[in-house]
């Protein structure tokens, strides 16, 4: 399940309920997940204008594309993380 998640949040930011839909998880499965890839560097919370996030500020190459400045939870990778994931092709 990990890297499925990796992988859909290769293509862009996606809210929590995206996840839960796209990778056919449960809550705990999708938590456990991303607690564990958070832990390890690989993945965070896109909180716009906070941290290296700018989600919706016009400053991110995906920002077209993320739900970043929605009231819903958005989860992102990390530098660490797009440094290691291959580019969507």
């Known amino acids: 399940m990990l890297a499925e998640l990796l992988e859909a949040l290769r293509v862009r930011p996606r809210t929590r309920n995206e996840l839960l839909l796209l990778l056919q998880a449960s809550p705990g499965q999708l938590e456990a997940a991303l607690f564990q890839l958070s832990r390890g560097g690989y ?47």
């Not at 500020?57 to 797009?82: I, M, Q, Y």
């Open 43 to 89: 993945v965070d919370r896109a909180i716009p204008e906070q941290g290296s996030c700018h989600s919706g500020c016009g400053h991110c190459s995906v920002k077209n594309f993320c739900p970043g400045e929605s009231a819903e939870e958005t989860w992102r990778l990390t530098d660490k993380a797009l440094s290691r994931v291959a580019p969507p092709a």
